[in-house]
């Protein structure tokens, strides 16, 4: 049974848009919307708006669009009841626990019940005689007891159906199992542990729930991959994440430490760092920017020095721009890894380390630095190049006149010819984006992320249904009278014969026709496209002239699409298709 519209309709006027997403997005007043960058993709112009007329967000860079139920789904990685129910708690609306179809929120509980005994496991075994490898790796690395029963580490054991007996034991369904990945399902039908062999790093989110694992491979194994880490489940999204966030949440007003392995996470907590995360299998995502952005002022990447350490800062830097983080780089000496460091030169050394982290820039200029010998004048002028185009990139003209009087001052190059060379690079840039703009342009190509790619076959008749529903969903005082003229079969599109159909549905059951009505079972870019349709439509257009303008161009279209059908039925289908037209005459429809 469907939470009553009533409590939904409660629930969305106690929750005012712009309250809700201001703790995630920097909002700025343009005219009566408010607009700020997107929160579910990085962008540098700010394209998603905030419509508090009728309470409803649209990206117009990805195309996310909805209510506050939409942006509260997705800005915590929730399913719809439970939004509904995290801004119903918020607002102090009581929800019947009878109310609601709770199948999904069952299901994940199930799953997080799962891998709260599957650590359990892991960690016993680790303590365990037969899981002494383990333990002996781990004490070796420098990591005391206290530590390890803090994280909850543990070693999953060198067998294919340990943990899958022990959850059958506790009551569990194979089924449920895979749905937590834990387990896999063979070819032949049958189940078994997906981690084998391995130092387990159990993922703890916010809330205390075990939802992931990180499965490191047993020392001296060379034929394995390094890490086995849960795929994405109904508990589990890894670009949210972050590996340590729940101890590191409660130490890191001023900082964060983000390092690249779990390991190394793990021992900076053990020598007193306990504002360091680890990115647990992945790259900086604009997610975890957004996360650490409410808890945090400052990140500092300790990610590995190696090529790829590097490729791996720059895609970070990117990734938090516009973030309002201050992001700075710390660069290991010798190549180390942060354990390794800390292991060997102490807590101290590492803490000078971490006063002396870079910002971005200087960290874009060493980078160049690095590729060239500056022994001579020929590989001093390329640097000074490499580094004039690095200047280029910046907007902060602050920054790049500050710098570009560094390089004057170390390398004799007058500053004015520097920034001469910068701003000629700065134009080339500019020609290459236009040029690139122009060519979108002039060959548009249609998104992956298209909520309605039947358009593209049915663009006249598409654009009447669209205007049609922009109509209904302004001026609901029209629905009957459209839905005379009008039937939903004669729609071109399956996405706008379904919003059709929902309209119909919610007049017919005399609720609101309100997007948190609507909404439950849309994609954010299919709730996107909804609230365009609702803001395309202007208060100074004459309504009915429009209404009958649409109606009879989709019965136009729809006519064109049956004579088209009828030239290619065979002699069967006509003789079909007459029969039950003399069927409807006789039975007077």
Not at 43 to 71: I, L, Q
Request: with cysteine; hydrophobic share 35%; proline share 3%.
């Amino acid at each position: 049974m469907a939470i009553p519209q009533e409590t939904i309709l409660d629930i969305k006027y106690k929750n005012d848009i712009e309250s809700v997403i201001a703790p995630y997005v920097d909002l700025k007043r343009r005219g009566k919307n408010l607009v700020g960058l997107c929160p579910f993709h990085n962008e540098k112009t700010p394209s998603f708006t905030v419509y508090p007329e009728n309470g409803s967000f649209y990206c117009f860079g990805c195309g996310a669009g909805g209510d506050v139920f939409t942006f509260t789904k997705l800005i915590n990685n929730l399913d719809y009841i439970e939004a509904v129910k995290l801004l119903a708690e918020k607002s102090g609306v009581m929800i019947e626990e009878n109310s609601y179809d709770s199948s999904l929120t069952k299901q994940k509980q199930v799953i997080l019940e799962i891998n709260r005994e599957a650590a359990k496991f892991f960690h016993s075994y680790l303590m365990s005689e037969q899981g002494k490898w383990g333990l002996n790796y781990l004490t070796g690395r420098g990591l005391s007891i206290a530590t390890i029963k803090h994280f909850g580490l543990g070693a999953a054991p060198d067998d294919w159906s340990m943990l899958c007996n022990y959850l059958r034991r506790k009551g569990f369904k194979d089924e449920d199992m895979v749905l937590a990945n834990v387990a896999s399902k063979s070819q032949k039908g049958t189940y078994y542990d997906r981690f084998r062999n391995r130092i387990m790093f159990p993922l703890i989110d916010l809330r205390g729930n075990v939802i992931a694992f990180s499965g490191r491979r047993r020392p001296n194994d060379t034929e394995s991959a390094k890490y086995v880490n849960t795929s994405d489940t109904l508990v589990y999204k890894k670009s949210l994440n972050l590996f340590g966030m729940n101890f590191a949440k409660n130490h890191c007003e001023e900082r964060v430490i983000l390092v690249e392995g779990n390991m190394d996470a793990v021992s900076l907590h053990q020598a007193g760092f306990t504002n360091a995360i680890a990115l647990f299998g992945t790259a900086l995502t604009t997610e975890q920017v957004k996360l650490l952005s409410r808890y945090t002022k400052e990140v500092v990447l300790a990610l590995d020095s190696d090529a790829a350490g590097q490729k791996a800062v720059l895609r970070s830097l990117e990734t938090a721009k516009n973030s309002g983080l201050n992001m700075k780089i710390l660069s290991i000496p010798d190549g180390k890894d942060p354990d390794e460091f800390v292991l060997k030169n102490g807590a101290a050394k590492f803490n000078q380390l971490l006063e002396s982290a870079v910002g971005e820039m200087d960290y874009r200029l060493l980078i160049a630095a690095e590729k060239i010998d500056l022994n001579d004048d020929e590989s001093r002028i390329k640097y000074l190049k490499e580094a004039t185009q690095t200047l280029a990139e910046s907007d902060d003209t602050i920054s790049v006149d500050f710098y570009a009087g560094k390089l004057s001052a170390k390398y004799g190059v007058s500053k004015e010819t520097i920034l001469n060379s910068i701003n000629e690079n700065r134009k080339n840039r500019k020609k290459k984006e236009q040029k690139k703009e122009f060519s979108d342009i002039i060959s548009p190509k249609f998104s992956r992320n298209d909520p309605n790619p039947q358009k593209r076959e049915n663009m006249r008749s598409c654009s009447a249904e669209e205007k049609i529903i922009s109509i209904l969903l302004k001026h609901p005082n029209y629905i009957n009278s459209v839905t005379e003229k009008l039937p939903s079969e004669k729609f071109s599109t399956d996405l706008t014969k379904l919003i059709y159909d929902r309209i119909i549905q919610c007049n017919n059951q005399h609720f609101d026709v309100d997007f948190s009505v609507l909404g439950d079972g849309f994609s954010p870019t299919e709730m996107g496209y909804l609230v365009t349709l609702q803001n395309s439509i202007g208060t100074s257009e004459n309504v009915t002239a429009l209404i009958n303008d649409c109606i009879r161009v989709i019965s136009e279209e729809a006519d064109k699409k049956s004579q088209s059908n009828f030239k290619d039925m065979s002699v069967e289908d006509w003789a079909q298709m007459l029969k039950e037209l003399a069927d409807k005459k006789n039975k007077g429809e």
